[in-house]
């Protein structure tokens, strides 16, 4: 069983930057494909930003596109959200999440593809 576990969460003024973590335990975190989601109040869960295994390829949601910025150190099993230039419409709850598969990368905006969550960090920005 993975156990992930979020930080770095908070209010932040519009325009202002947070860098969020997710540190993991109890497997394998090299051989993991890394997601980050978020859900606001009253919407659906949406796909963030992801991490291949070695952390060479990333991914990013239309929204994010040059603002957000995935990262990993497998040494220290964590992985990491630079977000910068922040907006309200960030606001929300951000989840990192793990899929075990070898072919995670394929689905890696699914977020019902993805086998473990963590309990999430509340992110607000101020307008």
């Known amino acids: 069983q993975v156990q992930l576990v979020e930080s770095g969460g908070g209010l932040v003024q519009t325009g202002g930057s947070l860098r969020l973590s997710c540190a993991a335990s109890?497997?394998?975190?090299?051989?993991?494909?890394m997601g980050w989601f978020r859900q606001a109040p009253g919407k659906e869960r949406e796909f963030v930003a992801a991490?291949?295994?070695?952390?060479?390829?990333?991914s990013y949601a239309d929204s994010v596109k040059g603002r957000f910025t995935v990262s990993r150190d497998n040494a220290k099993n964590t992985v990491y959200l630079q977000m910068n230039s922040l907006k309200p419409e960030d606001t929300a709850v951000y989840y990192c999440?793990?899929?075990?598969?070898?072919?995670?990368?394929?689905?890696?905006?699914?977020?019902?593809?993805?086998?473990?969550w963590g309990q999430g960090t509340q992110v607000t920005v101020s307008s």
């Open positions: 109890g497997g394998t975190f090299p051989t993991y494909t």
């Open positions: 999440a793990a899929d075990h598969s070898p072919t995670a990368w394929a689905r890696r905006s699914r977020g019902e593809s993805y086998d473990d």
């Open positions: 991490i291949s295994k070695s952390g060479g390829i990333t």
